[in-house]
């Protein structure tokens, strides 16, 4: 079979690999339908994390379950499913906690020892527990949709929810990437009023507006903190959602809330410097995030995409073949793209 890997710094390749098997009776094999390239694959793209020698990668992916170990009682050929970005057993103390990232027993796909979303079969460990399966195959057009649910719009929503929005409440979204993006939906969807975006890029800008993006702030650091406070009457927002992970993200994202606001986080954190932490005690600013508990979101939010109210499917603006992956990082690296659709089976 075919799939993406990663074989150094901005070295992608698309290789032949092992086919999967069951090994698990608790398993599943999936044919992938489409996957997708996602801003958290640029960190070990440019090199900022390690990785093994022609390590598969990617996390996000839909498609159709080809075969079912023996102990699986919920699945079946021919369901079509959407995978969360990690994997999870259902029943350790942190699942029964909807903490599904926590689980004891789960792990993230493209990591050592797990396969990658982006190539054409994936073994799913748990899958009862951790697949959703639709009751019936979706129409084709709906599947970017459905893919944004494996991560990039559930950890929007993980931010909003950690970051309380309430109806009414102004929130702002540090970070234009697809995340970002779809934080302004998910903020939107829990009845915020007045919604800034910082973004500087004008097709991004495009999106977030569509999305329900109030007003947007270009500016960046000090300038765009005073900004988001001018917007506000001098005040700040109730809730920020920071979907960066970087020390300049997360130290405007605390000083554009208002005091006693709250910031939901979930960019991946690089930080250089603790003084934001002591930023946080000054402002008395909650902090709260982590990985998405995408499987425990997902039932509710594919309901909405499914009755039509909930589309994030704009924050694909390149598709490409399986075989073309090393552009859709290119694009994405370089900014060109917000999030690239990788294409493997359309007769799923
Ligand atoms: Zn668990």
Redesign the pocket.
């Known amino acids: 079979m075919r799939a993406v890997t990663l074989h150094g710094p901005r070295s992608i390749e698309v290789s032949d690999v092992p086919d999967p098997s069951i090994v698990e009776p608790t398993d599943v094999i999936v044919k992938v339908a489409l996957s997708c390239i996602c801003g958290s694959d640029l960190w070990p793209y440019r090199g900022v994390h390690e990785v093994g020698s022609a390590q598969r990668i990617g996390h996000e992916f839909v498609g159709t379950v080809v075969e079912v170990g023996s102990a699986v009682g919920s699945l079946r050929p021919g369901d079509f499913v959407i995978s969360p970005f990690s994997w999870?057993?259902?029943?350790?103390p942190?699942?029964r906690d909807g903490v599904t990232t926590g689980?004891?027993?789960?792990g993230f796909w493209g990591q050592p020892g797990s396969d990658g979303g982006q190539g054409e079969f994936v073994r799913v460990p748990f899958a009862d527990a951790t697949l959703v399966a639709l009751p019936e195959p979706p129409p084709r057009e709906l599947w970017p949709a459905l893919l944004t649910l494996s991560d990039v719009m559930a950890t929007g929503h993980h931010a909003a929810v950690c970051a309380h929005v309430a109806p009414g409440g102004t929130v702002g979204v540090v970070g234009d990437g697809a995340v970002g993006l779809c934080g302004i939906l998910a903020a939107r969807r829990l009845g915020a009023g007045q919604v800034i975006a910082l973004s500087r890029n004008p097709a991004r800008q495009a999106v977030a507006q569509q999305f329900g993006a109030s007003d947007v702030v270009p500016e960046r650091g000090r300038d765009a903190v005073a900004a988001v406070r001018e917007l506000t009457g001098g005040r700040g927002v109730d809730h920020v959602l920071e979907c960066v992970g970087t020390q300049e993200s997360l130290e405007t994202a605390i000083h554009i809330a208002r005091r006693g606001g709250s910031v939901g986080f979930v960019g991946v954190p690089h930080l250089t410097d603790p003084k934001p932490i002591s930023d946080l005690f000054a402002r008395s600013v909650g902090l709260r995030g982590g990985g998405a508990w995408v499987r425990t979101y997902l039932p509710e939010l594919l309901s909405d995409v499914m009755a039509g109210s909930l589309d994030p499917s704009a924050v694909f603006d390149l598709t490409l073949p399986l075989e073309e992956a090393a552009e859709g990082y290119r694009a994405m690296d370089e900014r060109r793209a917000i999030k690239v659709l990788l294409e493997l089976d359309s007769s799923a």
């Open positions: 999870s057993d259902g029943t350790c942190a699942c689980c004891r027993n789960g």
